[in-house]
């Protein structure tokens, strides 16, 4: 397993909370579904602490089984980014995606960001982070 290295400003802090976020080849937010938002990753800068969330429900038909959560995905040989690409190929079919979403904690809401990709989601939140701090500052 190649490990993620994600470019984030100095001084934000980060914390993976789920052991995937750290996997190169599972990028997508289909290996963070489960049933309600699951928190992937927490950063930090200063007081202001931003949580990157897994959200939405994932269907896929695919060898005549559903799949819904990421435990699923393996079992049905998925195993990575690239797996996941070849679905339709195989004859599966898409219903449903699942998608990251960023809650600010200060303000208690969601931002009403929308990612696909875990290290997009991190790397977009750490840069906010530093830019709200500045802005706040002028």
């Not at 950063?43 to 959560?69: F, H, S």
């Not at 219903?95 to 009403?112: C, K, L, P, Q, R």
Request: aromatic letters at 12%.
């Amino acid at each position: 397993m190649r490990k993620m290295k994600y470019k984030l400003p100095r001084g934000v802090k980060l914390e993976i909370d789920d052991y995937d976020a750290e996997r190169k080849d599972r990028q997508d937010s289909a290996f963070y579904t489960w049933g309600d938002s699951h928190r992937v990753a927490t950063l930090t800068y200063q007081e202001r602490e931003y949580y990157v969330e897994c959200v939405g429900e994932m269907r896929i038909i695919y060898k005549g089984d559903v799949l819904r959560y990421c435990d699923r995905l393996i079992k049905a040989g998925i195993k990575n980014d690239k797996d996941l690409a070849k679905i339709e190929e195989s004859g599966g079919e898409w219903i449903n995606n699942s998608w990251f979403e960023v809650y600010d904690e200060s303000s208690g809401e969601y931002t009403g960001e929308v990612y696909h990709e875990v290290k997009d989601a991190i790397e977009t939140v750490a840069n906010w982070i530093i830019a709200e701090k500045e802005e706040a500052n002028v």
